[in-house]
């Protein structure tokens, strides 16, 4: 099995972030706690997680950092 780093990718302007692990096609959607769902495909293979209010959930250096890496500064 190959697996690859996830990429992320933070909306500030929905204060959402989106960690993606794998390609495919969304079958379903669990909610494993308040604002935070893990995306699976039709095999079960988990695509991605989605964390919403991110600013409120991670520490403020995590989200500085997206913030910069985005802006191309990092």
Known sequence: MVVSAPSARYDSQADVLYLISDQGALARS???????????????????VEILRASRVLPENVVASLHAKQAGVL
């Open 30 to 48: 669990v909610e494993v706690a308040p604002g935070i769902t893990i995306e699976y495909d039709d095999a079960g293979n988990m695509l991605g």
